[in-house]
């Protein structure tokens, strides 16, 4: 006879409510559902649906008494954590359930070491003492798999890699042995091989400790691999669950169906011939200089971008693929010449590299970046107006009406509305913040933007809409892209060529068709591997 599994978690009808002024927002509208002992159950839908805040509500963690709770239980070992005492919960805290948070750069303290951060933990949930906190410390950390263990503890958080960053934040999480793993997004901005080893490391210590791992996603190709059961919500509400394999092989909604199907839809005619030269890049070096000694002397360099060559021409996208420190930013950094270079770059001909700030600021408004992260990079105290025509302060003499027609115009051609002008960034969502970062840059009529990772962080589904923006937009106005990215559906569905980095150096440059089916490096075959894997 078979064992019916141990629930571990149960929630029942849970409701969050948020007031803001005078209005009470619902994002969470009763929702209910178990999670067993040793499973991962996936949490899947798009930003805002309410997968993070109600994984949140489970220890308490929203803004009270601005969050509240009109209905629902969150039932754990017969206690209801909705009615815990702040005490008990911090007993359960870190102890029993733990949580893995999406940005680690967010979550860790950047003014402690490794080691700092993670006895912390021992100490306050275990009672360990200094020696026993630091051995098992370093424990942790070669759990995880960190490489040489021992020098990371003593490193700060900015020194390490965005993958060894989730890394110190699991083996944080997992310090006191819980039962439960809360795991918000744990891999949305990382490189598609990172995100496999973190996910297999996940899984194989859930093996090791019998953890539950409820794993809060929107990449529903990581919850194929990774999770036995899986609930689909929609606008607060679940509106599918069940096995993995029964609810991604047969979905009964239309909105799992939309999910599962969306993809990026790649260049109609991705072998065009394009003649009119933009940028000529020749041998462009980036090396940043390691010093050491009382006379800071520089015993060596990292060579972040090492002799890259390419050329851009009018209309065509060259996107740029690898891991995190392969030196894609830096390359993007340089030739916005927010970075200085060795080599050569021209632009219709025109030698660039040698020009002083003062110089190329003619040039500027003809080469313009869109940045990762649009709620960094978009001021929170300006309107959107004030944001997009920012540029035009300085680069036009567009005055008045001429000036707001240009902005309102920009916001139209990105997909937004006119009531967009007034309002402020944290009043959009991550998509609509990408697009109001690429009217910015639009407004100002260049030939060249270069985008860094513009859909990391996004909805697969988000993720196609700015796709299919960026390809009207270029072929409206014959835009030459540099793109940017560790996500190689995307790439592959708006490159013309693709650069192939690791290290700082080119490991492969050819056209998109050959990458992608037939690859000469083997690192190449290995990122193309983990990406179409689980995807």
Known sequence: ???????????????????????????????????????????????????SVSALSILKLLPYPKASHPSGKVLYNDQDLLHCSERDL???????????????????????????????????????????????CLELLKRVGIPKADQRMKAYPHELSGGQRQRVMIAMALASEPEILIADEPTTAL?????????????????????????????????????????????????????????????????????????????????????????????????????RGLLNRTYDHIKAVNGISFTLHK????????????????????????????????????????????????????????????????????????IVGEGLEIHSTLQGDEKLQAIKQALLDVGLEESALNRYPHEFSGGQRQRIAIARALVLNPEVIIFDEPT???????QVQVVELLQSLQEKFQLAYLFIS??????????????????????????????FEAPQSPYTQALINAAFDHS
């Not at 991962?40 to 798009?46: K, M, R, Y």
């Not at 996107?319 to 894609?328: A, L, N, R, T």
């Open 1 to 51: 006879m078979a064992h019916s599994p141990q629930t571990l978690l149960q929630v029942e009808n849970l409701s969050v409510e948020f007031t803001e002024g005078e209005q009470n927002i619902r994002a969470v509208r009763g929702i209910s559902y178990q999670l067993y002992k040793g499973e991962t159950l996936a949490l899947v839908g798009e930003s805002g649906s309410g997968k």
């Open 456 to 462: 990391s962080a996004l909805d697969r589904s988000v």
């Open 315 to 386: 209309g065509q996208t060259i996107g740029i693929v690898g891991e995190s420190g392969s030196g894609k930013t830096t390359l993007g950094l340089a030739l916005a010449k927010l970075l200085s270079y060795e080599g050569e770059m021209s632009y219709r001909q025109q030698r660039l590299d040698h020009l002083k700030q003062k110089q190329f600021r003619p040039y500027r408004n003809k080469i313009q970046m869109v940045f990762q992260d649009p709620y960094g990079s978009l001021s929170p105290r300006m309107s959107i107006e004030e």
């Open 90 to 136: 911090r007993k359960i805290r870190g102890n029993q359930i733990s949580v893995v948070f999406q940005e680690p750069m967010t979550s860790l303290n950047p003014l402690h070491t490794v080691e700092k951060q993670i006895c912390e933990v021992l100490e306050l949930h275990l009672g360990l003492r200094k020696n026993a906190a630091t051995q098992r």
């Open 486 to 515: 560790h996500d190689l559906s995307v790439v592959k569905a708006l490159s013309h060529e693709i650069i192939v980095m690791k290290e700082g150096e080119v490991l492969e440059h050819n056209d998109t068709t050959s990458i």
């Open 191 to 291: 490189d598609v091989t990172i995100q496999l080893q973190i996910l297999e490391l996940l899984s194989s210590l859930q093996e090791q400790l019998q953890l539950s791992i409820l794993l809060i996603t929107h990449d529903l190709g990581l919850v194929k691999h990774f999770s036995q059961r899986v609930a689909v919500m929609k606008d607060g509400e679940i509106v599918e669950s069940g096995t993995t394999e029964s609810v991604l092989s047969q979905p009964q909604h239309d909105y799992t169906r939309s999910l599962i199907n969306a993809s990026p839809k790649p260049l109609t005619n991705p072998q065009q011939n394009f003649d009119e030269e933009l940028i000529k890049a020749q041998n462009i070096k980036v090396w940043f200089p390691l010093k």
